[in-house]
């Protein structure tokens, strides 16, 4: 599971990130409301932990600007006990989940597991591209009703271009989702695009995985 904490205090947002991976999550860490937007845009999370009190742009803005773009990720707000702040205001911007400061970082970890079960729930597991189908759970893939079949690491790369179908994905992004590496080789990537598009486009005719030069690949939404 991916989180991306939001939290301008840096020794918290250190220990956050050092216990969470320690759980195994896969943590991100921003330091203002901004940076966490950023990196919201940029990468799908599944949960985001996002501290009210920021500077620059608070917590609320945050939150709901995320949806407003349309963020499908889990959001637990951390308030701050006896702050002005209210968790009514939080759940009101777009949030699902809050926890007052100071919090235990089991009830944390249970919080966000629980967060991203229910947001797994509401993820179809067959995503529909035009005539492309991506079964998540079946690990499964068909173009016009024609099976094709793809290595576990081609299903992985299709299947995150499709969550994020229409947006450029970059290969480092593929690497970090697909790899679990920071630093991998961002060729390797390419030569398992190429075999994707061999299976899923050349025999069909298709140029659905497109290549956006220095950016990265963009899964197009119509598999034209
Ligand atoms: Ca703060």
Redesign the pocket.
């Known amino acids: 599971m991916r989180v991306l904490v939001v939290?301008?205090?840096r020794r918290l947002a250190v220990a956050l990130r050092r216990g969470l991976e320690t759980e195994g999550f896969r943590v991100d860490v921003a330091h203002d409301g901004l940076e966490g937007l950023r990196l919201a845009d940029q990468q799908a999370y599944d949960v985001i932990v996002l501290?009210?009190?920021?500077p620059g742009l608070d917590g609320y803005r945050v939150c709901a600007r995320l949806r407003a773009a349309g963020s499908q990720a889990g959001i637990l707000m951390l308030t701050a006990k006896d702050g002005e702040w209210d968790e009514a205001e939080a759940l009101d911007t777009g949030a699902d989940d809050f926890l007052s400061k100071p919090f235990s970082f089991l009830v944390l970890v249970a919080r966000l597991r629980a967060l991203g079960r229910r947001i797994g729930r509401g993820r179809p597991s067959v995503l529909v591209l035009g005539d492309l189908v991506i079964d998540s759970d079946a690990r499964t893939c068909s173009r016009a009703g024609v099976p094709t079949h793809l290595t576990a690491r081609e299903f992985d790369i299709l299947e995150h271009l499709a969550l994020r179908a229409g947006a450029v994905v970059s290969k480092r992004e593929i690497l970090d989702q697909v790899w679990d590496v920071g630093d991998g080789d961002p060729n390797v990537v390419e030569v398992h695009v190429s075999a994707l598009r061999r299976k899923i486009d050349t025999p069909f005719g298709r140029s659905s995985v497109q290549t956006m030069r220095g950016a990265g690949y963009r899964l197009a939404a119509d598999g034209g």
């Open positions: 939290e301008d205090e501290d009210i009190m920021l």
